[in-house]
T-cell receptor, first 111, second 109 residues
Framework: DAGVIQSPRHEVTEMGQEVTLRCKPISGHNSLFWYRQTMMRGLELLIYFNNNVPIDDSGMPEDRFSAKMPNASFSTLKIQPSEPRDSAVYFC?????????FGPGTRLTVL | GDSVTQMEGPVTLSEEAFLTINCTYT??????LFWYVQYPGEGLQLLLK?????DKGSNKGFEATYRKETTSFHLEKGSVQVSDSAVYFCALTGNMLTFGGGTRLMVKP
């Protein structure tokens, strides 16, 4: 299995631009999670889906952030408009039972 | 709610030293407990897990025992290597994973 796939691996953009991060979970997994990691705040859960339905989005920082999961094999996390404080590494993870498998992350830099 | 507390780092050791990273938790019910490791520039990888009280998880020379009476899941390794340098996260799961803040380990040759 290829594991969780995220793209792009690195993204550099300017403040105000729209950013879309993509994730392909492991085939057969029914839960998907988006995390953000920064030095200041550590690892934060943003949102998670179960069977493509958002279950808990209480970690989404503000309305500029949105996430979708149109089918079992694809999810996006969008930031519009982006701000410098959104700079972080964003991880996607998927699971079937309790163990989560993480992707390699997308390093986002907003200038 | 559920929470995980782990010792703050960084922890700096010489090669072949003994490692302990403390982890305690607060949770309702009977969570599963995990240690994840994050190497520089990579995502988190599951290192070991334990699903019930008194279970011992082990992998790559690391081990941790699920202690319900002390609500702890301390990570240990008898002889660390430079390649063990990474950030280690303790976590528990009910409906979703709750992570500790991470402990950076630096092993010097």
């Amino acid at each position: 299995d290829a594991g969780v796939i995220q793209s792009p691996r690195h993204e550099v953009t300017e403040m105000g631009q729209e950013v879309t991060l993509r994730c392909k979970p492991i085939s057969g997994h029914n839960s998907l999670f988006w995390y953000r990691q920064t030095m200041m705040r550590g690892l934060e859960l943003l949102i998670y889906f179960n069977n493509n339905v958002p279950i808990d989005d209480s970690g989404m920082p503000e309305d500029r952030f949105s996430a979708k999961m149109p089918n079992a094999s694809f999810s996006t996390l969008k930031i519009q408009p982006s701000e410098p404080r959104d700079s972080a590494v964003y991880f996607c993870a998927s699971s079937l039972e309790r163990e989560q498998f993480f992707g390699p992350g997308t390093r986002l830099t907003v200038l | 709610g559920d929470s995980v507390t782990q010792m703050e780092g960084p922890v700096t050791l010489s090669e072949e030293a003994f490692l302990t990273i403390n982890c305690t938790y607060t949770a309702t019910g009977y969570p599963s407990l995990f240690w994840y490791v994050q190497y520089p520039g990579e995502g988190l990888q599951l290192l070991l897990k334990a699903t019930k009280a008194d279970d011992k998880g082990s992998n790559k020379g690391f081990e941790a025992t699920y202690r319900k009476e002390t609500t702890s899941f301390h990570l240990e390794k008898g002889s660390v290597q430079v390649s063990d340098s990474a950030v280690y996260f303790c976590a528990l799961t009910g409906n979703m994973l709750t992570f500790g803040g991470g402990t950076r380990l630096m092993v010097k040759p």
